[in-house]
């Protein structure tokens, strides 16, 4: 009888429709946000607490890319496994404490797959103990091999129910297998396609689902192939297209173009240009819109369709979702659960049935009954763009807000804005602070890079390591 009674306890706590410490954490997110981006559309602080990111855990990569925005010293940093778990478990138990028990969280720094397959499944296993939905960060250029060594254990059985992987794929990079200097986006669409087939083998072999999103540099040079990507990768595979315009950050020797030349409003404008409409980056706000667009939807045949249009009845969906599903933990979570929690949450405000109805049927009509007929299978796809900032301005920008001072500078000023809207946060447990990733790349990569080449050196000559900035 007792047993019974804490199993029903348990089971009553696991599907409480909030988690009261989630819920906690997004109110102190939402109390730190700026008044200029405390919209109704914001997202932190009602449904999430942003995303963070590792740094410092795995440095070094075998890709020339340009621009890159890791210091120059990266690159003369041993990858050395038991210093990613242990940088790993550190950062994610103070993101923990700090951020909640809840976040996406990305396994990024130099080169994932540089990585040994049980490092990295080891790190991906401890962002998840901290309730972190990681995801890695490639270039692309892996094999089936490592993923199965990655994906499953010694017995062959998958170790994760499913794996979330950005590929990086763009003419700024070099040293691709098969395509070492790519001359224009068109050449890397079978390199595009390869990766993504991966995931669908390791899938249809292993039963390992997954989430890929594809993540595209833009510079002058490639902006005018924006669209054709889109166009091109639009049913590979990917949940995902995010566009980072280049900013001066990292590695000057890499600087290449005058990325201010591209701006933001042209890079969405492709993006639309391939999607074939256009995309409202309102409807959902991360953080500060100079910072980032987001425009989430799916397709249906060739069409793609927002989850949320700007009409008056769709944004009274997404601000119902918020009061009744913001705090409500998804990942990390059994189906039963979720399904379990949902229920409670209806219960509780039964209005959200109707509206989810009408909701329904509105989409189905924007679509398109006899579209739907004919195509039938949604694929989700969102499209992203995250605009990093000039490490010129970054850091002025931070020196003064570490002083609490603001600028009276309008181009500082406006720095300091977004860097107090951050979306994309970095820990550094030995200071017990969160940074912005802007300002760990534009004011504390160089540094943190030079200690570590000390601590995790390659064995290079003594020219190679003047050359990547670590010996005077
Ligand atoms: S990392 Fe920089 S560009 Fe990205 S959200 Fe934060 S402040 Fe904005």
Known sequence: MKALGSWLRRLERATRPVDPEFVEAMARRWDELPEHVKVPGQVLGRHAVGCEGTHGVFPRCNFTCTPCYHSAAANAVRVDGVHTVTQVEAQMAFLRSRRGPAAHAQLIGGEVSLL?????AAALSIMRRYGREPMSFTHGDI??????????DASGRPRFRRLSFAGHFDTTMFGRRGIRRPESEADLEPYRRRFAAL???????HGVSYFLAHNMTVTPSNLGSVAEVVRQG????????SFQPAAFVGNQKRWKEDYRDTSGDQVWAEIEAGVGCELDYTVFQHGDLRCNRVAYGFYVGPKWFPVLSSTPADLATRDAFYRSFGGMLFNNTPPAVVAARIARAVARRPVVVPMALAWLIRTARRVGWAHL?????????????????DAADV??????????????DPQIQATQERLASCHYAMAHPESATLVPACVQHSVLDPDENRQLAELLPLKLGPTRRRAAGTVG
């Open 199 to 205: 995931f669908a083998r390791l899938r249809a072999e």
């Open 116 to 120: 040994e397959p049980e490092d990295h």
């Open 234 to 241: 639009a049913d590979m595979g990917y949940s995902m297209f």
């Open 373 to 389: 007929a004919r195509h039938r299978r949604i694929r989700p796809v969102s499209f992203v763009m995250h605009s990093f900032m």
């Open 395 to 408: 850091a002025p920008a931070w020196e003064l807000m570490t002083r609490g001072i603001q600028s009276d």
């Open 143 to 152: 094999d089936y091999d490592y993923l199965t060594t990655l994906a499953l």
